[in-house]
């Protein structure tokens, strides 16, 4: 172990947490070192259960440190109970390293609700943030884009979705490595007029901010995948089905596709001659490229993976959390909410 | 003309309304003619544009008769000024057909916005019913479901959402032809406990309604292309956004499909042996088959066209039309509305 050296970008992984833990968050954590050599884990869980996995991966095993704790949030736990009886579970002490400043950042695959409901508690929010958002990439025909509340919460007035605004920024800043982003705000029409009040608020705010982000102003549901932003804005109540809604009708054409292939003769033989065309729409489509949603808005960077997620996605979940760190999201953020607090003076963002 | 013989089933057309008018709307009334032999038009618009375009459209001259109007509402018109300046347009007069009980039906490809804000104000809505919505198909891995609210409301409260799923049942049973149609809430998590206070509300006021819905609980969005329900019900914020998102989803793979297919000689040679089961998705897919968007709630019924439809298109906005007139939807949901009513004294919803 490497408890006596100096760890360079420790990175804290709940390694108990999701369907194939600890096996994938380890060989995952191992792909990452590869990607990131000056990284570092800490990884929290069951020592009797990850010593003998990490016989297989010495590398790994050089660059981790385990904290020991047999206790696990399951993925069914509600989370107010799992705040509550999880004190020394392997998710709620890895967050608290962020917290201790022992690591920068945590990964966890785990339960969802209880990961958010911990974060929220142990980590606090941001000054000037009263809703932490949840934050991912989606595929769009001109590459990706940042896409969020997708479900922190499920309600947001205009001010919650200004701040949301500026943490899209940041993210698509340091995790697309765009100098400008371009920020949209989903409403069910692009006239001014249309939408729920709080949107349209919030497009007042946001145009009146006098911050320099690059509102593009109103978006619709197509707009997401046409990559007309770089940053779609919305309450985590739309954001979530939304995503869902899009998964699931991929998964449909997926569906479809795959049936068509298999029908015939012909097409079978159709699908083999064009398979590495095919392999290439699998790979812009496949999901665990961008795995890793980031709560924004805490003061911590805590980063949640699939809960299905394998090496390689739970790979990507760490590479998300690097670059977070990398790029400093947090100081981005709380600096651009202090200099827009200090930009508005009462009444200017009416 | 006909104006002198019986109409059997007069459906009215706004036969200005659309991209594609009026030529569109007639090929697709022509098409509708032989789908359905029972059905007349009345066709409102410019008898100097249409009539010429009639001559070569024998059999559907023969069934129609032309209401002459010179007054068109616009695309990009705003519904208050549509409604204000143009009770004499094409789009007004062909609503009030159905108000006047001359036609049992109204079809437009027009002006989404303007035809809602007429119909409202033309129509009324159904005694019981507070918020029309509009509902529409949509595919799913077993067929096709309803989905509903997609727009008409930019919010829906406990109560409306109660509604919408009466209103999407009756709308299931009429024009897909089930006689249990099963009905989900969509929301961001299964659990009852998770989601927005007035989506939390409706499935208690559904599950405790004592009438005979077949009520499956939430939903997430994945469900709704998975098939998980036959309707799903949801305000008209979300779903609008849902809906467009899921088909900007489907534009960026089938674009991404077509960059594969041509990228070499390999994958284009694929794409040809494979043409025939390509096309079975293509047709699955095809928007066109699931065009016409019904304003259920109002005190007729009245058909949206996509703006952009084709003749095929437009013919299957007036199949819709025909089969809710069919199965008489408005007795249908005015029946349940009546019962629910008495079938809930007060606080047993709570």
Known sequence: MSAGKKLQLPIALDAMGGDNAPACVLRGAAMALVRHPGIRFLLYGNRYILEP?????????????????EIVIAGDDKPSVAVRRGRNSSMWMS???????RCCAIVSAGNTGALMAMSKLILRTLPGISRPAIAALFPTLRGECVMLDLGANVESDAKDLYRFAIMGDAFARAVLGLSRPKIGLLNVGSEELKGRDE?????????????ALN????IEGNDIAEGTVDVVVTDGFTGNVALKTAEGAARLIRTYLKDAFNSSPFSKTGAVLAAGALKVV???LDDRKRNGAMFLGLNGIAVKSHGGADAFSFCNAISVAVELVVHDINTRITQEINLSVEATPAGETA
Do not use: M, W
Request: charged letters at 30%; zero cysteines; glycine letters at 4%.
């Open 282 to 284: 699998k790979d812009k």
């Open 199 to 211: 949107v349209k608020e919030a497009y007042q705010v946001i145009k009146n901010s006098g911050r």
């Open 215 to 218: 509102f593009h102003g109103f």
């Open 53 to 69: 996995l990490l016989i297989e991966l010495p590398q790994l095993k050089a660059a981790s440190e385990i904290v020991h704790t």
């Open 95 to 101: 967050i608290e390293s962020v917290r201790d400043n």
